[in-house]
Each structure stands twice: as C-alpha cells, then as structure tokens.
C-alpha cells in the first residue's frame, strides 16, 4: 500500500523559512499530481502548492513568489520550500499524491498525516 510520510514542519517567527518533505513508500507506476494542502483551525482544507504532469507548479494565490515547490523524481519525493512566512500560513499541512500503481490502473489519490506549521508574530 502507497503512503505519504512529511516532514519539516515547526515552529519559526514571522519573516522566517521552513522547508517541507513528503515521500513517498510503495509501490507506485507513475505519478499524476503531488503537492500540498493546508487547514488552519476553523477553516476548510485548501490547495496550496501543486506538480502537475511532472513539471507544472500550480500555485495559490496567497504563496505565490514566497513558497516554491519541487520534486525529486527519482525519490518519489515532493518538497515545499516556504520562506517569508505570516501568521496567516500557521496550519496543517497536508501532503497528497494523485498516482497508478501499473500502466492501465485507476487513478489513486492518498494523504500523508500532516505536519503542524506555526508561525508566531
């Protein structure tokens, strides 16, 4: 069975960077889409960063030009380098992957367990 395993999340002051990782275990044919969600207290889960067909970032709104999103493919491992950071960025962040697991598969979509991200003013 696919799974997602984060890391790097934490606490950091305003202004500051903290780097995410989520890797992936299993077995895994190709991979659609990988990226990022987050859901701060109160508030829905919303996209934040995403690798589309390999080599498309898709970003939100509100991350653009301070978060940037990569991928090692070799690794199965997707990483979310967040600098600049407010307040308004404390939250869980989710990792998710859209994958097959052979050539004529379905679609699959899977979530790691969250990382707490908490940015103090």
């Known amino acids: 069975q696919v799974q997602l395993v984060e890391s790097g999340g934490g606490l950091v002051r305003a202004g500051g960077s903290l780097r995410l990782s989520c890797t992936t275990s299993?077995?895994?044919?190709?991979?659609?889409?990988m990226g990022w969600f987050r859901q701060a207290p109160g508030k829905e889960r919303e996209a934040v960063a995403f690798?589309?067909?390999?080599?498309?970032?898709r970003y939100a709104e509100a991350v653009k030009g301070r978060f940037t999103i990569s991928r090692d493919s070799a690794k199965n491992t997707v990483y979310l380098q967040m600098n600049s950071l407010n307040a308004e960025d404390t939250a869980v962040y989710f990792c998710?992957?859209?994958?097959?697991?052979?050539?004529?598969?379905?679609?699959?979509?899977?979530w790691g367990q969250g990382t707490q991200v908490t940015v103090s003013s």
């Open positions: 690798i589309v067909g390999g080599d498309k970032m």
């Open positions: 998710n992957a859209v994958f097959r697991t052979s050539y004529n598969g379905a679609d699959q979509s899977q």
């Open positions: 299993g077995s895994i044919f190709s991979i659609s889409s």
